[in-house]
């Protein structure tokens, strides 16, 4: 039974100490992320990166009744970013024909939400037709329409026309099996154009190309501290498909979208405005990424090549910080309505360059100099490991990236103890429980790799997180990683928060993330060592008069425990939030609420004693002075 005893001693480390100050030592922040939470509906909206005449072009559209449709080159493209159209040739018939989107595996179809669609149109050949589109929200299966509206088109109409109208459905659908849909009447023979679609629901803060509400919801509910963006390994494959801030930034009809590195189009209807404007509207800062001249696909750049990148670099900076009338880029922004900077501290150049080695040294070199002439406020954090190379300047903070069994996360809870106070602090800036097999890591799930994070993986990475709290003089941030995933279709598993169409689904992993992030405490208080190897560790913190103390039982086993407290007065009572369930228990969208933190009144005081169920996270909050 470990004896914990608590005291504040004069070398207590001062959490969220001010930077003005020069403290290093600052919280571990809650979750952050790298991922897309897009609120996009529509599937392929814009034909984005797709080629032409073929199948896959029409990924996520099929024809209403006998209309024909294609995607084709366009010779007079709706902008040079969007090449591509979608065509409808009517037959000879009568009847509403047209075509159909279904969504991102489904749309929700909400009698209290009103949706905003828009599109591009054009007649390639000029037409006596004049009519109505018939934009609906209507059943995949039966078709049944649960709202509609209609927009006048005109034959005349022979340059691109961008029309828009708003859905009110009157009755919600019973699940998310529906399709948008557009439809003309008496349109016998005639050929129309369309280009990049939209519908939007009602958004979070009422953004405009905003997030989903819901998601956006459970991810401000972990009260997080900083967002990571563009989103870790989406910075490139290959320095042509490199994520380039100014092509997701400014009208969505100018902006190109890309191939992402994990192997589907990015719209980047989610631009590096929205992401920003994302992070004000939570309170949270963004840790923000530049391209930094390696690709994940293996190609380096040749340090004479590296000029015109780091000139984007510093754009991208400028638009998030810089000051409008001494640049175009921060003009730009000013333009997109946020004359003010955003609060950005800290940029990250690049995205696990420990990969590229070698030329990180010139690369790091080069840029770390260049950025910090023009930004000396800044603070710049390298990808590379500190095993090597050696960079000069000495980075000041690091990058740490790990992916684990739950084993590994409770035995390394003192990863970060033996590190010198020397000033190199530290961002564990991706971190998760993936596999119960440690000899097959990122096998598939019959090789014990998850699907969806589990209590055992949870409560490992709890334990881990203790040891983050107790080193957060030199580890300055952290976040689980990756942040979404959409259950339907995902290049990834396990994920913090999943979707699908219809709702979000917080995973174990999201509730330790949000019971960490919401009792963070202002100062670290030294206790008892736990023992290394356990799976039993524990952190205590001060909030003003409140002590708060974690228990991360990683184990199969309950586990008792004795408080002692130095202070001269402690309540008798206070609260225990308690994350507990089965080694193998999920949220998964099968079982959406399976493992949840319950709140109780536990006995407290000078001495009290503890059982931590079996896998377990315990957040014990006492009043103490
Ligand atoms: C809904 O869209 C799907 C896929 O695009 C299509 O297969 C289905 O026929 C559509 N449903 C209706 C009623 O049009
Ligand atoms: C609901 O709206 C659809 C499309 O506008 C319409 O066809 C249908 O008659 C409406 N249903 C009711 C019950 O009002
Ligand atoms: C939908 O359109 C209305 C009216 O134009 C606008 O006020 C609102 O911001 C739009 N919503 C979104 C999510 O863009
Ligand atoms: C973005 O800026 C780069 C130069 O930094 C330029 O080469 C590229 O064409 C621009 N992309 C877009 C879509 O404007
Ligand atoms: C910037 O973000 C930090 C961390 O969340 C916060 O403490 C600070 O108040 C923010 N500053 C502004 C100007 O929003
Ligand atoms: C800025 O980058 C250029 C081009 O790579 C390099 O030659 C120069 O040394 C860098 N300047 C600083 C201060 O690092
Ligand atoms: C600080 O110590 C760590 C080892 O704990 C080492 O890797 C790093 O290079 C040191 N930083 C400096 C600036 O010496
Ligand atoms: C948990 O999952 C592992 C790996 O799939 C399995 O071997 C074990 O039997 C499961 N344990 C329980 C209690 O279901
Ligand atoms: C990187 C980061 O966002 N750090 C923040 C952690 O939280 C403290 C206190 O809220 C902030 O001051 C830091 O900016």
Request: proline fraction near 5%.
């Amino acid at each position: 039974m470990p004896q914990i005893s608590t005291f504040t001693i004069a070398s207590t480390l001062a959490l969220c100490a001010s930077y003005a100050l020069g403290a290093t030592t600052v919280v571990v922040n809650g979750t952050a992320s790298h991922a897309i939470p897009s609120t996009l509906f529509l599937q392929n909206r814009a034909f984005q990166k797709v080629t032409a005449g073929t199948d896959a072009a029409l990924s996520g559209w099929a024809p209403v009744n006998s209309g024909s449709i294609k995607v084709v080159a366009d010779s007079n493209p709706v902008s040079s970013a969007l090449p591509n159209s979608l065509q409808l040739t009517v037959p000879d018939a009568t009847g509403a024909v047209g075509f159909g989107n279904s969504g991102y595996f489904g749309i929700k179809v909400d009698s209290s939400w009103t949706y905003n669609a828009s599109f591009y149109y054009k007649f390639p050949t000029a037409s006596s037709f004049t009519g109505n589109v018939v934009v609906a929200l209507s059943s995949a299966a039966d078709g049944t329409v649960f709202g509609s509206a209609t927009i006048p088109i005109s034959g005349a109409q022979t340059t691109w026309k961008q029309v828009s109208a708003t859905l009110k459905p009157n009755s919600s659908a019973t699940d998310t099996a529906n399709n948008f849909t557009l439809t003309v009447e008496g349109a016998s023979g005639e050929t129309i154009s369309f280009a990049l679609f939209s519908l939007f629901p009602p958004t979070y803060k009422g953004r405009t190309n905003g997030m989903r509400i819901d998601i956006a919801e459970t991810l401000a509910s972990m009260k997080p501290a900083f967002f990571r963006l563009p989103g870790g390994n989406n910075l490139g494959q290959t320095t042509a498909t490199r994520w380039q801030w100014n092509a997701t930034v400014g009208p969505l009809v100018d902006r190109p979208g890309r191939v992402g590195d994990w192997g589907y189009v990015n719209t980047d209807g989610l631009g590096l405005y929205e992401y920003l404007e994302w992070c004000e509207d939570v309170g949270m800062e963004a840790i923000m990424a530049v391209w930094a001249g390696y690709s994940l696909g293996g190609t380096s750049l040749a340090e004479n090549e590296l000029g015109p990148y780091i000139q984007q670099a510093i754009d991208q900076i400028n638009f998030a910080v810089g000051d409008s009338s001494k640049s175009d880029a921060a003009a730009l922004r000013a333009s997109l309505g946020h004359p003010d900077p955003f609060n950005v501290t800290y940029i990250e150049i690049g995205n696990e360059d420990f990969f590229a080695s070698d030329s990180y040294v010139y690369r790091w070199r080069d840029f770390e100099g260049n950025l910090t002439a023009a930004f000396p406020n800044l603070r710049f954090i390298a990808t590379s490991y500190t095993s090597g190379p050696v960079l000069s300047p000495s980075p000041k903070q690091y990058d740490v990236h790990v992916y684990q069994t739950p084993e590994w996360f409770f035995d390394n809870a003192f990863y970060y103890d033996s590190f010198q106070r020397n000033g190199t602090t530290y961002f564990e800036g991706e971190y998760a429980a993936i596999s119960t097999n440690s000899g097959d890591l990122y096998g598939t799930p019959a090789d014990g790799r998850l699907l969806f994070p589990t209590v055992q993986g949870s409560t490992g990475e709890a334990a881990f997180m203790t040891g983050l709290e107790r080193n957060s003089d030199i580890v300055f941030a952290a976040s689980y990683a990756p942040l979404l995933g959409h259950v339907v279709s995902s290049q990834w598993t396990p994920n913090l928060v999943n979707f699908d169409a219809g709702a979000v689904y917080p995973s174990t992993s999201f509730y330790v993330q949000q019971l960490f992030s919401a009792n963070k405490g202002d100062e670290y208080l030294p206790s008892t060592l736990p023992t290394s190897g356990s799976s039993l560790h524990w952190s205590v913190v001060r909030a003003g008069q409140q002590i708060i103390i974690k228990v991360a039982n990683a184990g199969a086993d309950a586990s008792d425990l004795t408080f002692q407290l130095p202070f001269s007065t402690v309540a008798s009572s206070g609260m225990a939030q308690v994350l507990t369930g089965s080694v193998n228990a999920t949220n998964s969208n099968v079982t959406p609420n399976a493992v949840t933190p319950k709140t109780s009144t536990v006995s407290t005081g000078k001495n009290f004693d503890y059982t931590a169920p079996a896998y377990s996270l315990s957040v014990l909050t006492l009043d103490a002075q």
